[in-house]
């Protein structure tokens, strides 16, 4: 099993920054991506930006020059770096792994609040 926890959300004003981190422990041996996703009240799940293990990553188009993704050596932990942010970031951030055998495994969510 693989077990993700988040940290590092909470509120700012529009135009703050922020900085999540994720960790995953468990069978971490064999982990091929990771990423992060948010849900916006009212509104489905979506992709903010993953990371294969080849260091390939997948931006939403939303996000692209305003947010980073990041990871430690051992490609077990994964950080975003959230810089001018908006209202419509306001969300609960999730990470993703995604493991041969046992498929997408998540975190359960950060809440990321964007004041105006």
């Known amino acids: 099993q693989v077990q993700l926890v988040e940290s590092g959300g909470g509120l700012v004003q529009a135009g703050g920054s922020l900085r999540l981190s994720c960790t995953a422990s468990?069978?971490?041996?064999?982990?091929?991506?990771m990423g992060w996703y948010r849900q916006a009240p009212g509104k489905q799940r979506e992709l903010v930006v993953r990371i294969t293990r080849d260091g390939n990553t997948d931006y939403a188009d939303s996000v692209k020059g305003r947010f980073t993704i990041s990871r430690d050596s051992a490609k077990t932990s994964v950080y975003l770096q959230m810089n001018n942010l908006k209202p419509e970031d306001t969300a609960v951030y999730y990470c993703?792994?995604?493991?041969?055998?046992?498929?997408?495994?998540w975190g359960k969510g950060t809440l990321v609040t964007v004041s105006s």
């Open positions: 993703n792994c995604w493991v041969p055998l046992l498929g997408n495994i």
């Open positions: 468990g069978s971490i041996y064999n982990i091929n991506e």
